[in-house]
């Protein structure tokens, strides 16, 4: 028996209601470029609209004049979409509460994660949508996800309840360490302000 190996998101479809409120939602609130639009190929009473969520990845719409949209929350049982989460710049970020309340979008607040800060509210179809900004960079040549996984080692060694940024700093080191050869024998932690 083998894996099928998958290397990344290819896109992600949802059902929306009308045309107009999905470019209105995608495009004109979170920015996203409407790039491509055809019939819905299995359904022909339905659209299916292309959005780039800025990694060049695909958020896909299917779309129907004849639906409305209803925003009370989206179920959350097994098998159910819980939130989208996409990734701002910390810039970005530090403006979500202000132009969120601009358009009268209620939200939750900043949310500290530990390895990110996190914002939710609800798209006008009632998805729970997650804006996110890491809390730092990976070296380069890593991943956020390498970080995360060494990060999470280290907080599991010290037996602690959730990643904070101690474990991100001593992941970014030990992996740099790891990377980076040095002329010095002994790479310690020093101080040269005796």
Known sequence: ???????????ITLTGADRQTSIDFWEGVL???FVFDQPNLDDPDEGHLY?????GRLITVFT??????DNRRTPT???CVHHLAFNVSRAVFSQCI?????RGIGHSGVRDRGFMDSIYFKDPLGLLIELAT????PPEGFTHAQVMLEAHKIRVERGDYNIQEIHLADAIEAMVVRRNGSLSEERGAKNPYR
């Open 134 to 137: 890491y809390k730092f960079e």
């Open 1 to 11: 028996m083998r894996k099928l190996q998958v290397q990344g998101v290819h896109h």
């Open 64 to 69: 129907n004049e004849n639906r409305k949209g």
């Open 51 to 55: 959005f780039d969520p800025g990694d």
């Open 98 to 102: 202000e132009r969120l309340e601009e």
């Open 77 to 79: 049982e097994p098998g």
């Open 31 to 33: 920015g996203m470029p």
